[in-house]
Protein backbone atom coordinates (compact mmCIF):
# COMPACT_ATOMS: atom_id res chain seq x y z
CA UNK A 1 0.00 0.00 0.00
CA UNK A 2 1.59 3.18 -0.95
CA UNK A 3 1.45 6.33 1.27
CA UNK A 4 -0.63 9.07 0.31
CA UNK A 5 0.90 13.03 0.37
CA UNK A 6 -1.30 15.72 -0.22
CA UNK A 7 -0.89 19.23 -1.09
CA UNK A 8 -2.84 22.33 0.51
CA UNK A 9 -2.55 25.89 0.18
CA UNK A 10 -4.55 29.25 -0.82
CA UNK A 11 -5.18 30.29 -4.28
CA UNK A 12 -2.16 31.16 -6.17
CA UNK A 13 0.68 30.00 -4.50
CA UNK A 14 1.61 27.57 -6.74
CA UNK A 15 -0.31 24.42 -5.97
CA UNK A 16 -0.98 23.20 -9.38
CA UNK A 17 3.28 23.78 -10.43
CA UNK A 18 4.27 22.20 -7.39
CA UNK A 19 2.33 19.02 -8.59
CA UNK A 20 3.46 19.06 -12.19
CA UNK A 21 7.13 19.28 -11.24
CA UNK A 22 6.79 16.54 -8.19
CA UNK A 23 4.79 14.51 -10.68
CA UNK A 24 7.20 14.82 -13.48
CA UNK A 25 6.45 14.16 -16.88
CA UNK A 26 3.77 10.77 -15.52
CA UNK A 27 1.17 13.12 -15.47
CA UNK A 28 1.11 13.46 -19.58
CA UNK A 29 -0.28 9.86 -19.39
CA UNK A 30 -0.07 8.32 -22.41
CA UNK A 31 -2.70 5.98 -22.23
CA UNK A 32 -5.79 7.81 -23.00
CA UNK A 33 -8.71 6.30 -20.33
CA UNK A 34 -11.48 8.43 -20.31
CA UNK A 35 -11.42 11.35 -17.58
CA UNK A 36 -7.78 9.59 -16.30
CA UNK A 37 -5.82 12.42 -14.79
CA UNK A 38 -6.98 14.98 -17.09
CA UNK A 39 -7.42 16.71 -14.29
CA UNK A 40 -4.61 15.97 -12.67
CA UNK A 41 -5.71 15.69 -9.43
CA UNK A 42 -3.02 12.94 -8.45
CA UNK A 43 0.12 10.98 -9.73
CA UNK A 44 2.58 8.16 -8.85
CA UNK A 45 5.77 9.58 -7.39
CA UNK A 46 9.31 7.96 -7.15
CA UNK A 47 12.03 9.49 -5.16
CA UNK A 48 15.48 7.68 -4.17
CA UNK A 49 13.46 4.39 -3.93
CA UNK A 50 10.44 5.41 -2.10
CA UNK A 51 6.60 5.63 -3.75
CA UNK A 52 4.24 7.48 -3.12
CA UNK A 53 0.91 8.59 -4.71
CA UNK A 54 0.72 12.72 -4.77
CA UNK A 55 -3.04 14.39 -4.64
CA UNK A 56 -3.56 17.84 -5.22
CA UNK A 57 -6.30 18.26 -3.09
CA UNK A 58 -7.99 21.07 -5.13
CA UNK A 59 -8.47 24.49 -6.22
CA UNK A 60 -10.17 27.34 -4.53
CA UNK A 61 -12.63 29.63 -6.33
CA UNK A 62 -11.44 32.94 -4.46
CA UNK A 63 -14.85 34.94 -3.85
CA UNK A 64 -14.04 36.48 -0.77
CA UNK A 65 -11.60 35.91 2.61
CA UNK A 66 -14.05 34.09 4.26
CA UNK A 67 -14.97 31.72 0.94
CA UNK A 68 -11.34 30.98 0.98
CA UNK A 69 -10.98 30.09 4.54
CA UNK A 70 -13.94 27.58 4.40
CA UNK A 71 -12.96 26.09 1.88
CA UNK A 72 -9.32 25.76 2.57
CA UNK A 73 -10.48 23.97 6.12
CA UNK A 74 -12.33 21.81 3.83
CA UNK A 75 -9.17 20.87 1.96
CA UNK A 76 -7.23 20.75 4.93
CA UNK A 77 -9.82 18.26 6.72
CA UNK A 78 -9.34 16.15 3.51
CA UNK A 79 -5.85 16.13 3.57
CA UNK A 80 -6.03 15.28 7.47
CA UNK A 81 -8.28 12.14 6.58
CA UNK A 82 -6.30 10.86 3.85
CA UNK A 83 -2.67 11.80 3.74
CA UNK A 84 0.34 10.50 5.57
CA UNK A 85 2.04 13.50 5.04
CA UNK A 86 0.80 17.11 4.28
CA UNK A 87 2.42 19.51 2.22
CA UNK A 88 1.07 23.21 3.15
CA UNK A 89 2.25 25.34 0.52
CA UNK A 90 2.52 29.38 1.44
CA UNK A 91 3.92 32.15 -0.74
CA UNK A 92 6.79 34.34 0.19
CA UNK A 93 5.94 37.11 -1.87
CA UNK A 94 2.60 37.23 -0.58
CA UNK A 95 3.92 36.66 3.34
CA UNK A 96 2.19 35.08 5.97
CA UNK A 97 -1.63 36.08 5.77
CA UNK A 98 -4.65 35.63 7.96
CA UNK A 99 -6.33 32.19 6.61
CA UNK A 100 -2.38 30.73 6.48
CA UNK A 101 -2.28 31.14 10.16
CA UNK A 102 -5.96 29.50 10.85
CA UNK A 103 -5.28 26.50 8.57
CA UNK A 104 -1.82 26.05 10.42
CA UNK A 105 -3.60 25.89 13.47
CA UNK A 106 -5.71 22.93 12.21
CA UNK A 107 -3.08 21.35 10.65
CA UNK A 108 -1.04 21.52 13.44
CA UNK A 109 -3.73 19.98 15.87
CA UNK A 110 -4.30 17.07 13.77
CA UNK A 111 -0.97 15.29 14.91
CA UNK A 112 0.17 14.51 11.01
CA UNK A 113 3.05 14.57 9.82
CA UNK A 114 3.08 18.32 7.85
CA UNK A 115 5.74 20.07 5.92
CA UNK A 116 5.78 23.85 5.90
CA UNK A 117 6.44 25.19 2.32
CA UNK A 118 7.18 28.12 1.48
CA UNK A 119 7.25 28.93 -2.59
CA UNK A 120 8.35 31.01 -4.79
CA UNK A 121 11.97 32.06 -3.55
CA UNK A 122 13.81 32.26 -6.73
CA UNK A 123 16.68 33.54 -5.14
CA UNK A 124 17.57 32.30 -1.56
CA UNK A 125 20.06 34.96 -0.70
CA UNK A 126 17.47 37.28 -1.31
CA UNK A 127 14.34 36.30 0.48
CA UNK A 128 15.30 34.01 3.22
CA UNK A 129 14.43 36.69 5.91
CA UNK A 130 10.98 37.08 4.51
CA UNK A 131 11.05 32.61 4.31
CA UNK A 132 11.86 32.69 8.31
CA UNK A 133 8.59 35.35 8.86
CA UNK A 134 6.63 31.49 8.49
CA UNK A 135 8.39 29.97 11.42
CA UNK A 136 5.79 31.85 13.29
CA UNK A 137 3.04 29.37 11.77
CA UNK A 138 4.16 26.54 14.48
CA UNK A 139 4.31 23.98 12.45
CA UNK A 140 8.09 23.63 12.32
CA UNK A 141 10.90 24.82 10.37
CA UNK A 142 9.89 26.34 6.68
CA UNK A 143 11.14 24.66 3.19
CA UNK A 144 11.88 27.17 0.75
CA UNK A 145 11.22 26.43 -2.60
CA UNK A 146 10.81 27.77 -6.30
CA UNK A 147 8.38 25.27 -8.50
CA UNK A 148 8.89 27.68 -11.37
CA UNK A 149 12.48 27.63 -11.44
CA UNK A 150 12.85 23.91 -9.68
CA UNK A 151 14.50 25.36 -7.06
CA UNK A 152 14.90 23.17 -3.39
CA UNK A 153 12.61 20.61 -5.27
CA UNK A 154 15.26 17.86 -4.39
CA UNK A 155 15.41 19.00 -0.55
CA UNK A 156 11.79 19.21 -0.39
CA UNK A 157 11.60 15.14 -1.15
CA UNK A 158 14.05 14.31 1.16
CA UNK A 159 11.70 15.71 4.15
CA UNK A 160 9.10 14.20 2.43
CA UNK A 161 10.68 10.43 2.25
CA UNK A 162 11.86 11.08 5.61
CA UNK A 163 8.47 11.22 6.88
CA UNK A 164 6.34 8.75 4.82
CA UNK A 165 5.49 6.17 7.02
CA UNK A 166 7.38 2.44 7.22
CA UNK A 167 5.83 -0.10 5.35
CA UNK A 168 3.66 -1.69 8.02
CA UNK A 169 4.53 -5.67 8.36
CA UNK A 170 1.23 -5.80 10.15
CA UNK A 171 -0.14 -4.65 6.98
CA UNK A 172 2.30 -7.38 4.96
CA UNK A 173 0.83 -10.26 7.61
CA UNK A 174 -2.96 -8.99 7.00
CA UNK A 175 -4.24 -11.70 3.96
CA UNK A 176 -8.02 -10.89 4.31
CA UNK A 177 -9.40 -9.16 1.16
CA UNK A 178 -9.52 -5.74 1.18
CA UNK A 179 -12.28 -3.95 -1.15
CA UNK A 180 -13.18 -0.74 -1.60
CA UNK A 181 -16.72 0.33 -2.80
CA UNK A 182 -16.53 3.07 -5.51
CA UNK A 183 -18.86 5.70 -6.99
CA UNK A 184 -20.74 9.13 -7.38
CA UNK A 185 -22.61 9.91 -4.38
CA UNK A 186 -25.99 8.70 -3.98
CA UNK A 187 -25.49 5.20 -5.77
CA UNK A 188 -26.07 3.16 -2.58
CA UNK A 189 -22.23 2.55 -1.50
CA UNK A 190 -23.20 2.28 2.11
CA UNK A 191 -26.44 0.38 1.82
CA UNK A 192 -24.49 -2.02 0.20
CA UNK A 193 -22.08 -2.19 2.98
CA UNK A 194 -25.20 -2.30 5.47
CA UNK A 195 -26.86 -5.39 3.85
CA UNK A 196 -24.05 -6.83 3.85
CA UNK A 197 -23.71 -6.66 7.15
CA UNK A 198 -26.87 -6.66 8.15
CA UNK A 199 -26.89 -10.32 6.41
CA UNK A 200 -23.84 -11.42 7.90
CA UNK A 201 -24.63 -10.22 11.55
CA UNK A 202 -21.26 -8.97 12.41
CA UNK A 203 -20.48 -5.93 14.68
CA UNK A 204 -18.89 -3.54 12.55
CA UNK A 205 -15.76 -2.17 13.90
CA UNK A 206 -13.14 0.55 13.59
CA UNK A 207 -10.00 -1.42 12.45
CA UNK A 208 -7.68 0.24 14.92
CA UNK A 209 -3.50 1.46 13.50
CA UNK A 210 -5.30 2.12 9.77
CA UNK A 211 -3.10 5.47 8.69
CA UNK A 212 -6.11 7.03 7.49
CA UNK A 213 -9.15 8.12 9.33
CA UNK A 214 -11.51 6.11 6.96
CA UNK A 215 -13.65 3.71 8.52
CA UNK A 216 -12.49 -0.03 7.65
CA UNK A 217 -15.60 -2.73 8.22
CA UNK A 218 -15.10 -6.32 9.00
CA UNK A 219 -17.32 -8.33 7.54
CA UNK A 220 -17.28 -12.50 7.87
CA UNK A 221 -18.80 -14.46 5.30
CA UNK A 222 -18.33 -18.45 5.22
CA UNK A 223 -15.87 -18.52 8.13
CA UNK A 224 -13.41 -15.86 5.79
CA UNK A 225 -12.84 -12.45 6.63
CA UNK A 226 -13.06 -9.47 4.93
CA UNK A 227 -12.32 -6.03 5.02
CA UNK A 228 -14.79 -3.54 3.08
CA UNK A 229 -13.13 0.44 2.73
CA UNK A 230 -15.86 2.79 2.99
CA UNK A 231 -15.36 5.90 0.59
CA UNK A 232 -18.80 7.67 1.68
CA UNK A 233 -17.28 11.06 1.52
CA UNK A 234 -19.14 14.05 3.26
CA UNK A 235 -21.91 15.03 1.05
CA UNK A 236 -22.60 19.17 1.52
CA UNK A 237 -25.44 20.11 -0.47
CA UNK A 238 -24.27 23.67 -1.26
CA UNK A 239 -20.43 22.36 -2.47
CA UNK A 240 -19.68 23.41 -5.98
CA UNK A 241 -20.29 20.82 -8.37
CA UNK A 242 -16.47 20.58 -9.54
CA UNK A 243 -15.35 20.51 -5.64
CA UNK A 244 -17.50 17.94 -5.04
CA UNK A 245 -16.49 16.00 -8.51
CA UNK A 246 -12.65 16.40 -7.22
CA UNK A 247 -13.27 15.64 -3.45
CA UNK A 248 -14.93 12.62 -4.67
CA UNK A 249 -12.02 11.42 -7.06
CA UNK A 250 -9.79 12.39 -3.91
CA UNK A 251 -11.70 10.07 -1.94
CA UNK A 252 -11.10 7.09 -4.28
CA UNK A 253 -8.06 7.50 -4.65
CA UNK A 254 -7.31 6.96 -1.67
CA UNK A 255 -9.39 4.08 -1.19
CA UNK A 256 -8.40 2.06 -4.42
CA UNK A 257 -4.50 2.64 -3.11
CA UNK A 258 -5.33 0.43 -0.05
CA UNK A 259 -7.81 -2.37 -1.83
CA UNK A 260 -7.28 -5.73 -3.80
CA UNK A 261 -10.60 -5.56 -5.72
CA UNK A 262 -12.53 -2.39 -5.95
CA UNK A 263 -16.40 -2.76 -6.92
CA UNK A 264 -17.31 0.43 -8.84
CA UNK A 265 -20.82 0.99 -7.97
CA UNK A 266 -24.05 2.12 -10.81
CA UNK A 267 -26.78 3.36 -10.24
CA UNK A 268 -29.32 1.17 -12.19
CA UNK A 269 -32.62 4.06 -12.74
CA UNK A 270 -29.36 6.41 -13.88
CA UNK A 271 -27.53 4.24 -16.54
CA UNK A 272 -23.54 4.94 -16.38
CA UNK A 273 -22.24 8.09 -17.09
CA UNK A 274 -18.64 9.83 -18.14
CA UNK A 275 -18.21 10.05 -14.40
CA UNK A 276 -18.48 6.58 -13.20
CA UNK A 277 -16.13 6.51 -16.35
CA UNK A 278 -13.14 8.98 -14.66
CA UNK A 279 -13.98 7.15 -11.26
CA UNK A 280 -13.18 3.52 -12.74
CA UNK A 281 -10.17 4.83 -14.37
CA UNK A 282 -9.09 5.11 -10.90
CA UNK A 283 -8.92 1.63 -10.30
CA UNK A 284 -8.23 0.65 -13.74
CA UNK A 285 -4.90 2.71 -13.91
CA UNK A 286 -3.75 1.06 -10.57
CA UNK A 287 -4.49 -2.65 -11.82
CA UNK A 288 -6.68 -3.56 -9.57
CA UNK A 289 -9.47 -6.32 -9.27
CA UNK A 290 -12.46 -4.96 -10.45
CA UNK A 291 -15.98 -5.67 -10.26
CA UNK A 292 -18.98 -3.29 -11.98
CA UNK A 293 -21.93 -3.66 -9.49
CA UNK A 294 -25.59 -2.46 -10.60
CA UNK A 295 -27.35 -1.52 -8.02
CA UNK A 296 -30.91 -0.09 -7.61
CA UNK A 297 -31.97 -3.10 -9.97
CA UNK A 298 -35.09 -3.33 -8.15
CA UNK A 299 -36.22 -0.13 -9.25
CA UNK A 300 -36.18 -0.44 -12.86
CA UNK A 301 -40.10 -0.96 -13.56
CA UNK A 302 -39.94 -2.50 -16.98
CA UNK A 303 -37.76 -5.72 -17.23
CA UNK A 304 -37.64 -8.34 -19.49
CA UNK A 305 -35.28 -10.86 -20.64
CA UNK A 306 -33.50 -8.54 -22.67
CA UNK A 307 -32.94 -5.69 -20.38
CA UNK A 308 -30.05 -7.54 -18.32
CA UNK A 309 -28.19 -7.41 -21.91
CA UNK A 310 -28.76 -4.23 -23.30
CA UNK A 311 -27.91 -2.95 -19.81
CA UNK A 312 -24.70 -4.77 -20.48
CA UNK A 313 -23.95 -3.61 -23.44
CA UNK A 314 -24.58 -0.44 -22.66
CA UNK A 315 -22.18 -0.32 -19.43
CA UNK A 316 -19.55 -2.40 -21.60
CA UNK A 317 -19.82 0.43 -23.96
CA UNK A 318 -18.89 3.35 -22.09
CA UNK A 319 -16.25 1.29 -19.98
CA UNK A 320 -14.60 0.19 -22.79
CA UNK A 321 -11.19 0.44 -21.57
CA UNK A 322 -12.24 -2.40 -18.88
CA UNK A 323 -14.04 -5.20 -20.74
CA UNK A 324 -12.36 -8.07 -18.30
CA UNK A 325 -14.48 -6.35 -15.53
CA UNK A 326 -16.83 -8.26 -14.03
CA UNK A 327 -20.60 -7.38 -13.61
CA UNK A 328 -23.04 -8.24 -11.33
CA UNK A 329 -26.56 -6.68 -10.90
CA UNK A 330 -27.86 -6.21 -7.61
CA UNK A 331 -30.01 -4.43 -4.93
CA UNK A 332 -28.97 -3.33 -1.77
CA UNK A 333 -32.58 -2.76 -0.72
CA UNK A 334 -33.80 -6.16 -1.38
CA UNK A 335 -30.13 -7.72 -0.92
CA UNK A 336 -31.04 -9.51 -4.88
CA UNK A 337 -27.36 -11.21 -5.47
CA UNK A 338 -25.65 -9.59 -2.79
CA UNK A 339 -24.07 -12.80 -1.31
CA UNK A 340 -23.14 -13.53 -5.33
CA UNK A 341 -20.60 -10.72 -3.98
CA UNK A 342 -18.39 -12.70 -2.07
CA UNK A 343 -18.27 -15.37 -4.67
CA UNK A 344 -17.28 -13.07 -7.37
CA UNK A 345 -14.66 -11.07 -5.20
CA UNK A 346 -13.32 -14.74 -4.14
CA UNK A 347 -12.68 -15.15 -8.35
CA UNK A 348 -10.99 -11.86 -9.26
CA UNK A 349 -8.56 -12.20 -6.11
CA UNK A 350 -7.83 -15.62 -7.11
CA UNK A 351 -7.14 -14.20 -10.77
CA UNK A 352 -5.15 -11.22 -9.67
CA UNK A 353 -2.69 -13.62 -8.02
CA UNK A 354 -2.61 -16.08 -10.74
CA UNK A 355 0.92 -17.27 -12.01
CA UNK A 356 1.74 -19.14 -15.62
CA UNK A 357 4.11 -21.06 -15.91
CA UNK A 358 6.84 -19.67 -18.30
CA UNK A 359 6.59 -23.08 -20.78
CA UNK A 360 2.48 -22.62 -21.04
CA UNK A 361 2.74 -18.98 -21.83
CA UNK A 362 5.74 -19.53 -24.51
CA UNK A 363 3.21 -22.29 -26.25
CA UNK A 364 0.67 -20.10 -25.95
CA UNK A 365 2.32 -17.37 -27.52
CA UNK A 366 3.71 -19.36 -30.27
CA UNK A 367 0.75 -20.64 -31.19
CA UNK A 368 -0.73 -17.59 -31.59
CA UNK A 369 1.87 -15.97 -33.54
CA UNK A 370 1.54 -18.83 -35.74
CA UNK A 371 -2.71 -17.80 -36.38
CA UNK A 372 -1.61 -14.23 -36.96
CA UNK A 373 1.79 -13.00 -38.00
CA UNK A 374 3.54 -10.66 -36.05
CA UNK A 375 3.76 -7.33 -38.05
CA UNK A 376 6.23 -6.22 -39.80
CA UNK A 377 7.70 -2.65 -41.17
CA UNK A 378 9.95 -1.81 -44.46
CA UNK A 379 10.56 -5.99 -44.60
CA UNK A 380 11.63 -5.74 -41.23
CA UNK A 381 9.24 -8.61 -38.89
CA UNK A 382 8.63 -8.68 -35.06
CA UNK A 383 10.13 -11.55 -33.80
CA UNK A 384 8.76 -12.24 -30.11
CA UNK A 385 11.54 -14.45 -28.32
CA UNK A 386 10.21 -15.09 -24.96
CA UNK A 387 7.45 -14.20 -22.70
CA UNK A 388 7.31 -14.57 -18.84
CA UNK A 389 4.90 -13.50 -16.11
CA UNK A 390 6.91 -11.22 -13.49
CA UNK A 391 4.86 -10.37 -11.05
CA UNK A 392 1.04 -10.36 -9.74
CA UNK A 393 -1.51 -7.83 -8.70
CA UNK A 394 -2.00 -7.66 -11.64
CA UNK A 395 -0.41 -10.30 -13.33
CA UNK A 396 2.33 -8.59 -15.31
CA UNK A 397 4.00 -9.96 -18.23
CA UNK A 398 7.45 -9.00 -20.28
CA UNK A 399 8.14 -9.80 -24.02
CA UNK A 400 11.45 -9.78 -25.46
CA UNK A 401 11.28 -8.77 -28.65
CA UNK A 402 13.65 -7.93 -31.85
CA UNK A 403 12.50 -4.36 -32.05
CA UNK A 404 9.98 -2.54 -29.96
CA UNK A 405 8.29 -0.31 -32.10
CA UNK A 406 7.52 -3.29 -34.21
CA UNK A 407 5.30 -4.32 -31.35
CA UNK A 408 1.92 -2.63 -32.52
CA UNK A 409 -0.16 -1.61 -29.37
CA UNK A 410 -3.01 -3.82 -31.24
CA UNK A 411 -0.98 -7.04 -31.52
CA UNK A 412 -0.32 -6.78 -27.35
CA UNK A 413 -3.76 -6.67 -27.15
CA UNK A 414 -4.26 -10.30 -29.83
CA UNK A 415 -1.91 -11.67 -27.56
CA UNK A 416 -3.45 -10.65 -24.05
CA UNK A 417 -7.05 -11.95 -25.73
CA UNK A 418 -4.88 -14.82 -26.61
CA UNK A 419 -3.81 -15.34 -22.95
CA UNK A 420 -7.04 -14.25 -21.52
CA UNK A 421 -8.82 -17.16 -23.53
CA UNK A 422 -6.86 -19.54 -22.17
CA UNK A 423 -6.24 -18.42 -18.60
CA UNK A 424 -9.61 -16.50 -18.05
CA UNK A 425 -7.92 -13.56 -16.21
CA UNK A 426 -11.41 -12.22 -15.53
CA UNK A 427 -11.83 -9.43 -13.67
CA UNK A 428 -8.03 -8.36 -13.41
CA UNK A 429 -5.76 -6.43 -15.81
CA UNK A 430 -3.13 -7.37 -17.19
CA UNK A 431 0.23 -5.61 -17.89
CA UNK A 432 2.70 -5.91 -20.62
CA UNK A 433 6.14 -4.94 -20.75
CA UNK A 434 8.08 -4.98 -23.59
CA UNK A 435 11.55 -5.44 -24.00
CA UNK A 436 14.22 -5.34 -26.61
CA UNK A 437 16.81 -8.38 -27.27
CA UNK A 438 19.42 -7.67 -29.94
CA UNK A 439 19.33 -10.87 -32.26
CA UNK A 440 22.74 -12.73 -31.35
CA UNK A 441 24.71 -13.20 -34.42
Known amino acids: MKPVVAIVGRPNVGKSTLFNILAGSRIAIVEDTPGVTRDRIYADV??????????????????????????????????????DVILFLTDVRQGLVDSDSKVADMLRR????????????????????????FYNLGIGEPIPVSAASQLGIGDLLDEVCKLLPEENPEDEDDDRPKIAIIGKPNV???SIVNKLVGA????????????RDAVDTEIIH?????????????????????DLERYMIVRAVAAVERADVVVIVIDATEGVTE???????????????????????????????????????????????MPYAEMLFISAKTGQRMQKLFSMIDMVIENQTLRIATGVLNE???????????PSDKGKRLKIYYVTQVSVKPPTFVIFVNDKKLMHFSYTRYLENQI????????????????????KG
Open 46 to 83: TWQNYNFTLIDTGGIEPDSKDIILSQMREQAQTAIDLA
Open 222 to 242: NDKEYVFIDTAGIRRKNKIKE
Open 420 to 439: RETFGFKGTPLRFIIRERKE
Open 275 to 321: QDAKIAGIAHERGKGIIIAVNKWDALEEKNDKTIYRYTEDVRKVLSF
Open 200 to 211: NRVIVSDIAGTT
Open 188 to 190: GKS
Open 110 to 133: SKKNVILVVNKVDNFDKFMPDVYE
Open 364 to 374: IVSEATAMHQP
